[in-house]
C-alpha cells in the first residue's frame, strides 16, 4: 500500500516538473530595446525573467564594445 502511494506522488511530481520544463523551454523570450536606459545596472536587475536578463546584458555589452 505504501510503495503504491510512493509510486503515485512520484508520478504525480515527474509530470509536474515535466509540463513546466516543456513550458519553459518552448518559451518566446521578448526582445528589450538597448539604449542607455535600459543598459544601467539598475534597470537590468529589475528583470524578473533570469533568460531576459542574461540576452539583456549579453546584448548591452556587445553594444558597449563597438
Known amino acids: 500500500m505504501k510503495s503504491k502511494t510512493n509510486v503515485l506522488i512520484t508520478l ?4 509536474l516538473l515535466g509540463v513546466f520544463g516543456y513550458r519553459s523551454l518552448t518559451r ?9 536606459a535600459t543598459c544601467t545596472p539598475e534597470y537590468i536587475r529589475g528583470v524578473g525573467d ?5 540576452i539583456l546584458s549579453a546584448q548591452c555589452d556587445k553594444a558597449a564594445r563597438k
Open 50 to 54: 533570469a533568460m531576459e536578463r542574461s
Open 28 to 36: 518566446q523570450v521578448q526582445p528589450v530595446a538597448v539604449s542607455a
Open 12 to 15: 504525480a511530481a515527474a509530470a
